[in-house]
């Protein structure tokens, strides 16, 4: 879900020319615009001091129970900045403080100063306890927060931090203002026992030294509706129906529902954040037409939706309008086809326009020709396994057998150590041991191969994991191996 008001292009957000790249709004660094802190208020702030780059050093431990040094990894060392310590604090905002935050959030997205409205939508919609903030001189500079969720991993769900509204101002930029904020929430989600961290990445760069690995990968579609013949009669046994708001919460969600316990990555947004969503104010349309919100009945149960804008695109009489598809989630593989057949019929479109699709989408081979579905591929999820151990005892395996992997992570380092992995027809174990390793890796590659949707020998092969004993990839491959790739729906 995308609850805030804060939707619009990140300076140098697009990608491609139709695209609106809506990942990544939420954990964005901007520095190109020449911003000023924004006062939270009456009162000046005397915030709890943040913990800074290093101070665990002493604490860390390499795996096998060896002592490290701060940075120390087997694939990428952690690198000091050379720059100044943050001046910033860290702590929780106050309700009083939303204003100030959104603010700052917004103005780093480039979206101006929020009205009342749209500081109430967004209050209404996140978890202000989880919402901090990096104040200089009682002074506003930075942003982070995190949704709770239940995340599907294979054989299933595991608590996850749905990490969002990441911003810093370019006043302050390469002060470790980033550094202290992700350091204060990944000590917050882990004393609240959540095994993993998520989050969407404007920027490549940024995440992979905080432990973050790409662990879902997803597709931009374009597909021009005079090449979308299908393949195959339509065989459509259900109606669909346009629906309100309100009946789209109900119904949105008994779909979901129905999809997130078989797709690894699928969160669970609560209500709160549907409504946030489909309330669909005039700012977050960005040139297109208010939502239809359409959904596929059989026997009066709704087994599958589809929500869109219309962007006008016509000229001179030409009636070449694109349809923009924001949602499209099936329960039946005959909802799938058949939604996919309405979105490419409705009159007055010359082409659908479809984001944050997953790369094992069906849909090129329902069509006659498979190349009209265009689908260009780019990083998507960005996971952190905030608590290994749990993290891989939380999920199911593939073939039986056991597998010892050591981890190495500097930013977090209770979790640097060596795992048995082993899983029976008993089910899946984890826990730490001395045994040998079959396998070396640093925590951000660990977290890349978590669901399935990358392989062992692939990073093997890219020089980051390190194989200690031979067939251990091959084994660990046979072990990760998911029936379907991971894909994650959700805009949070």
């Given at each position: 879900m995308r609850p805030l008001a804060g939707r619009g292009e990140p300076a140098g957000g697009h990608r491609s020319g139709d695209r609106r790249h809506r990942r990544g709004h939420r954990a964005l660094v901007l520095t190109g615009l020449p911003l000023s802190p924004v006062h939270a208020g009456g009162e000046q702030i005397r915030a709890d001091p943040a913990r800074q780059p290093g101070q665990a050093a002493a604490h860390r431990r390499r795996p096998g129970g060896r002592p490290a040094q701060a940075g120390q990894g087997f694939g990428k060392p952690l690198q000091g900045t050379g720059i100044r310590p943050a001046i910033a604090q860290v702590r929780p905002i106050r309700p009083q403080e939303l204003g100030p935050y959104v603010t700052v959030m917004r103005r780093t997205f480039g979206q101006g100063v929020p009205d009342a409205a749209a500081v109430e939508r967004i209050r209404a919609a996140i978890e202000l306890e989880r919402t901090i903030a990096a104040f200089d001189d009682g002074n506003v500079v930075g942003t982070a927060g995190a949704n709770t969720y239940q995340m599907t991993v294979p054989g299933g769900s595991l608590p996850t931090a749905g990490v969002t509204m990441v911003t810093v101002l370019t006043t302050h930029r390469r002060r470790g203002i980033l550094t202290s904020l992700m350091r204060h929430q990944l000590d917050d989600v882990h004393n609240r026992g959540e095994p993993l961290a998520a989050l969407y990445a404007s920027e490549a760069p940024i995440y992979g030294r905080f432990g973050y690995g790409i662990a879902i990968f997803a597709g931009d579609l374009q597909i021009p509706r005079s090449r979308a013949d299908?393949?195959?009669?339509?065989?459509?046994?259900?109606?669909?129906?346009?629906?309100?708001?309100?009946?789209?919460?109900t119904a949105f969600m008994q779909v979901w529902e129905r999809v997130r316990p078989g797709q690894p990555g699928m969160l669970n947004p609560p209500a709160r954040e549907w409504r946030a969503e489909l309330a669909d104010p005039e700012d977050h349309r960005h040139g297109g037409s208010p939502h239809y919100r359409v959904v596929y009945e059989v026997d009066g149960t709704a087994d599958g939706f589809a929500?869109?804008?219309?962007?006008?695109?016509?000229?001179?009489?030409?009636?070449?309008?694109?349809?923009?598809?924001?949602q499209l989630v099936a329960a039946t593989a005959d909802a799938y086809e058949a939604l996919w057949r309405y979105c490419l019929g409705v009159d007055l479109t010359a082409r659908v326009s479809a984001d944050n699709r997953p790369v094992d989408e069906p849909l090129p081979f329902l069509l006659k020709d498979a190349r009209a579905a265009r689908m260009l591929v780019s990083d998507a999820v960005w996971l952190r396994l905030v608590d290994v151990e749990a993290a891989l005892a939380g999920r199911s395996y593939a073939s039986v057998g056991r597998l010892v992997v050591e981890v190495a992570d500097t930013f977090c380092p209770w979790n640097a150590g060596r795992y048995e992995i082993s899983y029976s027809p008993q089910g899946s174990h984890c826990q730490r041991t001395t045994a040998p390793a079959d396998l070396e890796l640093d925590v951000d590659v660990l977290a890349a191969l978590y669901l399935g949707g990358n392989r062992f020998s692939t990073l093997h092969q890219a020089r980051r994991v390190n194989e200690l004993a031979p067939g251990a990839i091959a084994r660990a491959d046979a072990m990760f191996r998911t029936d379907r790739a991971p894909w994650s729906p959700s805009h949070f």
């Open positions: 299908f393949l195959k009669p339509a065989q459509i046994g259900g109606q669909f129906r346009f629906v309100d708001a309100e009946h789209a919460v929500l869109y804008r219309i962007r006008d695109n016509h000229h001179d009489g030409d009636f070449a309008s694109t349809l923009m598809l924001e």
